[in-house]
């Protein structure tokens, strides 16, 4: 027989092997939930593909009809630049306008009704655009559009972000980011495919077929509302934001042609805006529910997020702005010629956005978009040394490709950072809030480049008399003296020096873009360098289903 004492240790040893067993299958099943709450499952994937179908409609008719207007000038025999040039202004007010009522809307009604409806609202302005008979009645229609659109972007970010849940976000973003970066590369290139091969009216009725399929797409794919409307409507804040908002994006908007801030058009508006902009403030810190939330700058991590994404909006998108026309200006080429060029710049997006998203979800963002600042600094340094007439294609073409890549690791992420800090019942208004800063920033960053290279140009005799003797000479009338006591004195070399000159505008506007940029990345130095907890409120484990 055994003696008791031998049977001791190896029942211990029995029951220590189970305890160790019991402990491997937990941890076990505690890393595959943790790698659940990282995957990207089919669902979420179908949801993205809404919102990213309802984006490429929004941003490529947006891109589309800036090649389209010299083309509505003459279609509609419209002298004035300006005046065309609302088929721009009106559709950029109309989202100005829409986006602060956003968030009320969606908690009011349910994010899939709104969705639809937007999408529908932006399909039926499309055709309407595409039946235009005067370049007052497109005006009109684009500012339909404009309501539909507006409401798209801040929507889909709340989509986004329910479907995701926050441990998903940053890669989810990274997929809101495509149509973001396509847009501005193949919309010229396909407004001057459009225009050329059919006529201008298909760049609208080309969202008529787009506009059916995510509608039908959006029904099936996205959850049932259950809207929980439990706060009045803001009329007061709507009666001070939206116009103030517009307003002021109207004068800001109207720096480039008046040339200076200093205008009555400028001005007037402006100031106008920014009281009611003021105003707003004041009475939204007072209200219990306001239209937009401004409690939420209480939160450190998100008010920083927000700034690094006003001054990294403003100084990119300015100067990528102005990249298409150094092609047409400076090097000659086509429309359709300027737009692949600028290509190299979204295939490095391409490349470096879905990395960013999957470390923005598994690292601080402090750690990332640094990084990526300061890639999109030295591409921009690139792009200024080599402005020259006679710069290797290729040499602009590669600073592209490395502005691409920095915006990869930058634009996401910070949105990224700013949302994860809002609890689920936040989404809404704070989705609302940074697409309303967002707007202000891209116009404001618009405005001051565009006066930074118009200011350039005009400070060279030399530039103004060649552009007004090649305007006048295409019109068949004969320049001023003036032009011709330039071109005279100068002889041979009057075209050279004028190019020159033309190059040197180019690049004095990169290099305020580089200073920009310099400052965003300091102020990127104040992100999170820590990750960054789920707030208080939010469902870490699971998906937020879309309600």
Same mark, same amino acid.
């Given at each position: 027989?055994?003696?008791?004492?031998?049977?001791?240790?190896?029942?211990? @040893?029995?029951?220590?092997?189970?305890?160790?067993?019991?402990?491997?299958?937990?941890?076990?099943?505690?890393?595959?939930?943790?790698? !659940?709450?990282?995957?990207?499952?089919?669902?979420?994937?179908?949801?993205?593909?809404?919102?990213?179908?309802?984006?490429?409609?929004?941003?490529?008719?947006?891109?589309?009809?800036?090649?389209?207007?010299?083309? +509505?000038?003459?279609?509609?025999?419209?002298? !004035?630049?300006?005046?065309?040039?609302?088929?721009?202004?009106?559709?950029?007010?109309?989202?100005?306008?829409?986006?602060?009522?956003?968030?009320?809307?969606?908690?009011?009604?349910?994010?899939?009704?709104?969705?639809?409806?937007?999408? @529908?609202?932006?399909?039926?302005?499309?055709?309407?655009?595409?039946?235009?008979? @005067?370049?007052? @009645?497109?005006?009109?229609?684009?500012?339909?559009?404009?309501?539909?659109?507006?409401?798209?972007?801040?929507?889909?970010?709340?989509?986004?972000?329910?479907?995701?849940?926050?441990?998903?976000?940053? $890669?989810?973003?990274?997929?809101?980011?495509?149509?973001?970066?396509?847009?501005?590369?193949?919309?010229?290139?396909?407004?001057?495919?459009?225009?050329?091969?059919?006529?201008?009216?298909?760049?609208?009725?080309?969202?008529?077929?787009?506009?059916?399929?995510?509608?039908?797409? =959006?029904?099936?794919?996205?959850?049932?509302?259950?809207?929980?409307?439990?706060?009045?409507?803001?009329?007061?804040?709507?009666?001070?934001?939206?116009?103030?908002?517009?307003?002021?994006?109207?004068?800001?908007?109207?720096?480039?042609?008046?040339?200076?801030?200093?205008?009555?058009?400028?001005?007037?508006?402006?100031?106008?805006?920014?009281?009611?902009?003021?105003?707003?403030?004041?009475?939204?810190? $007072?209200?219990?529910?306001?239209?937009?939330?401004?409690?939420?700058?209480?939160?450190?991590?998100?008010?920083?997020?927000? /700034?690094?994404?006003?001054?990294?909006?403003?100084? +990119?998108?300015?100067?990528?702005? /102005?990249?298409?026309?150094?092609?047409?200006?400076?090097?000659?080429?086509?429309?359709?010629?300027?737009?692949?060029?600028? =290509?190299?710049?979204?295939?490095?997006?391409?490349?470096?956005?879905?990395?960013?998203?999957?470390?923005?979800?598994?690292?601080?963002?402090?750690?990332?978009?640094?990084?990526?600042?300061?890639?999109?600094?030295?591409?921009?340094?690139?792009?200024?040394?080599?402005?020259?007439? !006679?710069?290797?294609?290729?040499?602009?073409?590669?600073?592209?490709?490395?502005?691409?890549?920095?915006?990869?690791?930058?634009?996401?992420?910070?949105?990224?950072?700013?949302?994860?800090?809002?609890?689920?019942?936040?989404?809404?208004?704070?989705?609302?809030?940074?697409?309303?800063?967002?707007?202000?920033?891209?116009?404001?960053?618009?405005?001051? /480049?565009?006066?930074?290279?118009?200011?350039?140009?005009?400070?060279?005799?030399?530039?103004?008399?060649?552009?007004?003797?090649?305007? !006048?000479?295409?019109?068949?009338?004969?320049?001023?003296?003036?032009?011709?006591?330039?071109?005279?004195?100068?002889?041979?070399? +009057?075209?050279?020096?004028?190019?020159?000159?033309?190059?040197?505008?180019?690049?004095?506007?990169?290099?305020?873009?580089?200073?920009?940029?310099?400052?965003?990345?300091?102020?990127?130095?104040?992100?999170?360098?820590?990750?960054?907890?789920?707030?208080?409120?939010?469902?870490?484990?699971?998906?937020?289903?879309?309600?």
């Amino acid at each position: 027989m055994s003696n008791p004492s031998d049977s001791t240790p190896a029942g211990s @040893s029995t029951d220590s092997n189970a305890v160790s067993d019991a402990q491997g299958v937990a941890e076990a099943e505690a890393l595959e939930a943790a790698e !659940d709450n990282f995957a990207i499952t089919p669902d979420i994937l179908k949801v993205a593909g809404v919102v990213v179908l309802g984006m490429i409609m929004a941003i490529l008719d947006t891109t589309v009809v800036n090649v389209a207007l010299p083309t +509505f000038m003459t279609d509609f025999g419209v002298e !004035d630049y300006s005046t065309v040039a609302w088929t721009i202004t009106g559709y950029t007010l109309a989202l100005a306008a829409v986006i602060p009522v956003t968030g009320w809307a969606a908690d009011r009604f349910g994010t899939k009704r709104l969705y639809i409806a937007a999408i @529908s609202m932006f399909t039926i302005g499309s055709v309407l655009c595409g039946l235009a008979w @005067s370049i007052e @009645s497109l005006i009109l229609f684009r500012v339909l559009q404009g309501l539909g659109g507006g409401m798209l972007m801040p929507l889909g970010m709340m989509i986004m972000t329910k479907a995701a849940g926050p441990e998903r976000v940053g $890669r989810l973003m990274a997929i809101l980011g495509v149509p973001m970066l396509l847009g501005p590369i193949f919309g010229p290139i396909l407004g001057g495919w459009l225009i050329e091969a059919v006529s201008w009216h298909w760049i609208f009725f080309i969202n008529l077929p787009l506009g059916i399929i995510a509608v039908i797409y =959006a029904w099936r794919v996205l959850a049932k509302d259950k809207p929980e409307p439990g706060e009045s409507f803001d009329f007061v804040g709507m009666l001070l934001m939206s116009p103030g908002l517009a307003l002021f994006l109207y004068g800001v908007s109207s720096i480039p042609e008046s040339g200076t801030i200093m205008s009555a058009g400028v001005l007037v508006p402006a100031i106008i805006g920014i009281v009611l902009i003021v105003a707003f403030v004041f009475w939204a810190l $007072r209200k219990t529910h306001p239209l937009l939330d401004l409690t939420l700058f209480k939160n450190r991590d998100f008010t920083i997020a927000v /700034i690094v994404m006003f001054l990294f909006a403003a100084s +990119f998108f300015g100067a990528m702005l /102005i990249v298409p026309t150094y092609f047409q200006q400076v090097r000659g080429e086509s429309v359709l010629m300027a737009g692949l060029l600028v =290509a190299p710049q979204g295939i490095g997006a391409m490349i470096t956005m879905p990395i960013a998203g999957l470390l923005a979800d598994k690292f601080p963002v402090g750690r990332i978009v640094p990084f990526g600042i300061l890639t999109i600094v030295a591409g921009t340094v690139g792009l200024a040394l080599n402005t020259s007439p !006679d710069t290797p294609i290729w040499h602009i073409m590669l600073c592209l490709f490395v502005m691409g890549l920095g915006m990869g690791f930058s634009m996401m992420p910070v949105f990224t950072a700013a949302l994860k800090t809002l609890r689920e019942h936040q989404v809404a208004r704070g989705s609302t809030l940074i697409n309303v800063i967002q707007q202000i920033a891209s116009s404001v960053g618009v405005a001051m /480049i565009s006066v930074v290279l118009t200011n350039q140009q005009k400070s060279s005799d030399v530039l103004m008399a060649f552009m007004q003797m090649t305007k !006048d000479v295409a019109a068949g009338i004969q320049p001023p003296e003036w032009v011709a006591k330039i071109a005279q004195t100068l002889g041979d070399t +009057f075209q050279q020096i004028a190019m020159s000159d033309l190059a040197h505008s180019f690049e004095v506007s990169y290099w305020v873009a580089v200073g920009c940029l310099t400052v965003t990345f300091f102020v990127t130095l104040l992100l999170p360098r820590k990750k960054m907890e789920a707030p208080e409120g939010a469902d870490s484990s699971a998906p937020v289903m879309v309600h």
